[in-house]
């Protein structure tokens, strides 16, 4: 098992911090915290590019997370769910607060 820490330099999780993930939190609608040991964020319909592109770049440096995605009919929104092993939880607040 990977272990929970991000395996991108200081200076590409700064880089990364500031583009996608910023991109990515500033549309988050409802943000709640999981029992899974996560977090599951509902987005509008519309930020689904966005969220693909954030899961495809995070899934090679964050190889713990696991990713969920839920997309309601009609037009609903998206649903996220970030979750991993114990510890998953706290690594995902700290993102969530540098970027509120």
């Not at 609608?29 to 519309?46: H, K, Q």
């Not at 997370?65 to 092993?85: A, H, K, M």
Request: charged share 25%; net charge negative.
């Amino acid at each position: 098992m990977d272990p929970i820490a991000c395996t991108l330099t200081p200076d590409a999780l700064a880089a990364r911090k500031n583009d996608l993930l910023t991109s990515l939190m500033r549309r988050v609608e409802e943000a709640s915290a999981e029992a899974s040991d996560g977090w599951r964020l509902r987005f509008s319909p519309d930020t689904w590019p966005v969220i693909a592109e954030t899961i495809e770049a995070e899934r090679h440096c964050c190889r713990f997370l696991r990713f969920e995605v839920v997309v309601e009919p009609d037009g609903g929104p998206i649903w996220l769910t970030l979750s991993g092993p114990p510890g998953t939880r706290e690594f995902l607040s700290d993102l969530l607060k540098t970027q509120g």
